[in-house]
């Protein structure tokens, strides 16, 4: 189980980094809130939601 969270944090950095590079991709917003709702994180998973839909 500890290597999904691993990868979860590694995909959540790399999503991280694509969206410093891209801010207009919409995707990366969904996928990260998908990571951290994963994480048990909703609060911040919301947040990434309501980009993706604005």
């Known amino acids: 189980m500890r290597g999904g969270n691993q990868k979860r944090q590694q ?3 790399e999503y ?4 410093s590079r891209q801010p ?3 995707e990366v917003p969904y ?4 990571i951290v ?4 994180k909703q609060p911040e998973a919301k947040a990434h939601l309501k ?3 604005s």
């Open 11 to 13: 995909q959540l950095e």
């Open 24 to 26: 207009e991709d919409i």
């Open 51 to 53: 980009k993706f839909y």
């Open 37 to 40: 709702a994963l994480q048990g």
């Open 31 to 34: 996928s990260i809130a998908s």
């Open 16 to 19: 991280q980094q694509r969206i």
